[in-house]
């Protein structure tokens, strides 16, 4: 299986000899190029990642057999982004604190871009719905340790968090500092309706409305 983001960047900081270590830098490079690539236009060839990443393509072709292996590997780094961020939020002492935070990092990680362009186009593992559960049950423990406070209003579930951060992640510039400023701005707002007072119209989201993202190869079969 290909090697993560964070699985190579350990790999260079423990001093793996010669073509090891430059194997590792690669894969970094090669995730963040595709990152871009993909973000930018979701059904650019394969090729176009080499060229952002400026490596040959049969280095490519190395670690990733295909585009499907690439963008799997790379919206798996996302999910395990996400659930590092939440299990960040539960270990802080003030649950208002905890999550909001969480939902700046995850905002600021550009997590959901991944989501919101990437889903359908390839097959998740088995592995991407254990994670995928993983982070739906660490987002109702912050949603539930912030709802418990009565700093969070209670009739927000943790799907209306899901559309928070997706609607963050629809707000894209050419400018990426733009980008993080009008994002953060976006979400200041939206935290300031997850405290407020009086009833939200309509029912909250339901459990299979906007499909599973994450099903397993074997739930495919």
């Not at 990642?49 to 585009?67: F, H």
Request: proline share 5%; net charge negative.
């Amino acid at each position: 299986m290909p090697k993560s983001t964070e699985s190579a960047a350990r790999e260079s900081r423990t001093g793996l000899p010669g073509r090891k270590q430059q194997a590792a830098r690669n894969d970094g490079v090669i995730l963040e190029a595709a990152r871009e690539v993909f973000l930018s236009d979701p059904k650019a060839p394969i090729t176009a990642v080499a060229q952002r990443a400026g490596v040959g393509i049969s280095a490519l072709y190395r670690r990733y057999p295909g585009k499907e292996d690439l963008l799997r590997t790379l919206c798996h780094d996302g999910l395990r982004r996400y659930i590092a961020e939440a299990e960040t939020g539960l270990e802080d002492a003030d649950a208002w604190r905890g999550l909001t935070g969480f939902l700046e990092r995850v905002v600021d990680a550009d997590v959901h871009s991944l989501t919101v362009h990437l889903a359908g186009s390839f097959t998740p593992t088995e592995e991407m719905g254990h994670d995928a559960m993983r982070s739906h049950e660490l987002t109702d423990a912050l949603v539930e340790r912030a709802r418990a406070t009565g700093h969070l209003r209670a009739d927000i579930v943790t799907l209306d968090l899901g559309l928070l951060l997706e609607g963050c992640a629809a707000i894209r510039i050419p400018d990426p500092e733009r980008t993080r400023q009008l994002r953060r701005r976006h979400l200041a707002l939206l935290v300031d309706g997850l405290a407020a007072s009086g009833d939200l119209p309509g029912p909250p989201p339901q459990a299979g409305e906007f499909g599973s993202r994450w099903k397993s190869e074997a739930d495919l079969r």
